[in-house]
């Protein structure tokens, strides 16, 4: 990876993780002494526990994002974003599809892979603004722009007007969006694509009709990698 976009990327987990440390404790009612502990006790949890966990403070990804003040970007994490190249790298997907792009970390994973392939193109959306703005801004210092195509606005407008098929694509938008979101881009799949949906652990009620959908229709092979906030995949298989 070249070390201006490892430097950026560097740059924008480093404030993704203080923004949602300094959302979270302004949420939280306790003392500084036992935020610092739950801190730490949240870090030593499995995967698959932390968003119960944080449930059990009435605290979560969304929460955040949706109280008052600037809108987080709430970044996938390094070992999130280097899974993510990794399975460019190793797919070699022609078109992917990211559905949540926010500022732009998990875009430029999968941009720079694109790069070391020499082809291939991200298709980027995201709703807000702000947030899309940074991403152009992030995606031109990277100088990854010839992999990046960005859409701005609603994402169901966005895949409406798509056509053909996709190889990868990336779920990271509300969480009770997932299978209407999915259900709409169906018809963009071929057999052999993969999608790869994040938060499954840290929204997992949210998710759940998602996730019973796919273990339901034996058009897809799907399951959930017990790392991080829990990543589904899935493989199309007919």
């Not at 694509?169 to 709409?184: E, H």
């Amino acid at each position: 990876m070249a070390s201006s976009t490892t430097d950026l990327l560097r740059r924008l987990h480093e404030q993704s993780q203080t923004e949602v440390i300094a959302r979270a404790r302004a949420q939280f009612q306790g003392s500084s002494e036992e935020f610092l502990t739950l801190a730490e006790e949240y870090e030593t949890l499995v995967p698959r526990l932390r968003g119960r966990f944080l449930e059990t403070l009435g605290l979560s990804g969304e929460d955040f994002e949706s109280s008052q003040g600037t809108p987080l970007s709430l970044a996938v994490s390094a070992e999130t974003g280097r899974f993510l190249r990794n399975m460019v790298l190793s797919h070699k997907p022609a078109r992917i599809l990211e559905l949540g792009s926010s500022c732009g970390v998990s875009t430029l994973y999968f941009a720079e892979a694109l790069r070391t392939l020499g082809s291939g193109m991200v298709v980027a959306t995201e709703l807000d603004a702000d947030k899309c703005a940074r991403l152009r801004t992030h995606v031109a210092m990277s100088g990854v722009g010839a992999y990046v195509d960005v859409r701005e606005g609603d994402v169901f407008q966005t895949v409406a007007g798509l056509d053909g098929t996709f190889d990868m694509v990336f779920i990271d938008v509300w969480a009770d969006t997932y299978l209407p979101l999915f259900r709409q881009i169906e018809r963009l799949l071929r057999p052999g694509s993969i999608v790869l949906a994040d938060n499954m652990y840290t929204a997992e009620d949210a998710v759940r009709p998602y996730k019973r959908y796919l273990d339901d229709d034996p058009r897809f092979s799907t399951t959930t990698l017990d790392f991080e906030s829990g990543v589904e995949f899935t493989v199309v298989v007919s």
